[in-house]
Nanobody, 123 residues
Framework: QVQLIESGGGSAQAGGSLTLSCEGFGSTYNRFCLGWWRQAPDQAREPVARFDTDGSTWYTDSVKARFTISKVNYNNTLVLQMNNLKVEDTAVYYC?????????????????WGQGTQVTVSL
């Protein structure tokens, strides 16, 4: 059974760091495209980072060199390390798992979502 649960959100000052974790992948952990999305107030949900099924990673341009996505295989956890946070990173962050990575490129998402965790960055 798949039930994605995020943790680690909260508040940080600009330039600070936060670490998000996601558990509950079940059988999708090694078979699905896994990653993170975010949704800022009054904006559409956007892809942030993903782990492809071949082990490669992808990041949206605005977080490159600041965010790192990783997998902790002993407990099937997906982690997003966020460094040098900016005010514009403020959003609800969602963990996601989809059979293909197409949804990170604009295709409809047909997999699983977590409930979201709030990240707030202030000056």
């Amino acid at each position: 059974q798949v039930q994605l649960i995020e943790s680690g959100g909260g508040s940080a000052q600009a330039g600070g760091s936060l670490t998000l974790s996601c558990e509950g992948f079940g059988s999708t952990y090694n078979r699905f495209c896994l990653g993170w999305w975010r949704q800022a107030p009054d904006q559409a949900r956007e892809p942030v980072a993903r782990f492809d099924t071949d082990g490669s990673t992808w990041y949206t341009d605005s977080v490159k060199a600041r965010f790192t996505i990783s997998k902790v295989n002993y407990n099937n956890t997906l982690v997003l390390q966020m460094n040098n946070l900016k005010v514009e990173d403020t959003a609800v962050y969602y963990c996601a798992a989809d059979l293909t990575c197409g949804s990170w490129n604009g295709a409809p998402h047909s997999g699983y979502w977590g409930q979201g965790t709030q990240v707030t960055v202030s000056l």
